[in-house]
């Protein structure tokens, strides 16, 4: 059941990743009533909205792998990976943020849960092994790393319009459903909701 949890977490939640990165400026410029979405002071910022969705994104597929840890009674482990977390925090914070500004703050966070998930991962596996779906799991993290770089590349050259972005989607898309879907799995889904829908009728 974890394991499954994991894997449809990270499918659901990457798609959401990629979307909202690839269309979080045209959402923040959508205007009711002469108002945008978002204030236009803080569309410098947007650059790091794709960053930051990974980092929440690695900080859900961590709070699936502490489950195994609360199971087991083995929560002493729980301030040791914290604590590790917000160390490497703090330092890349005062490494980056004078270099790289709020990107140096957002790398930080994805570094912190990052580790958090590794640490988490490495205690569960140690003391209540799940046999995690990792290679559909890495097939979902290429796909959205692909996409990432693409998208940093031509919003670095100024390239970054909304036909490439629809095109960079629908390529995600395609890698998703082909690669990283299992449609067994789909089918079976789509036939547990038509018997349920049949039994409330």
Known sequence: MFSKVLTYFTLVGSIILVILSLFISDLAQIKFAGFSIIGAQYWAGLSIVPI???????????????AGIYIEEK??????????GALVNVVINFLLIPVLNITGAAIATLA??????LGYYYVTQKFY?????????????????????LFYYLNSTGN??????????ILFSLYIYFVAVN?????LIKKKFAESRRKKN
């Open 52 to 66: 930051i969705l990974l980092a929440y994104l690695i900080n859900g597929m961590y709070s699936v792998f502490s």
């Open 75 to 84: 929560s002493i482990y729980v301030p040791i990976i914290t604590g590790t």
């Open 112 to 117: 912190s849960y990052f580790v958090m998930a």
């Open 129 to 149: 092994k799940v046999k995690y779906e990792l290679k559909r799991i890495g097939h979902i993290f290429i796909a959205v790393f692909l996409v990432g770089v």
């Open 160 to 169: 970054l319009l909304f036909p490439y972005k629809l095109i960079l989607l």
């Open 183 to 187: 449609r067994d799995e789909i089918n």
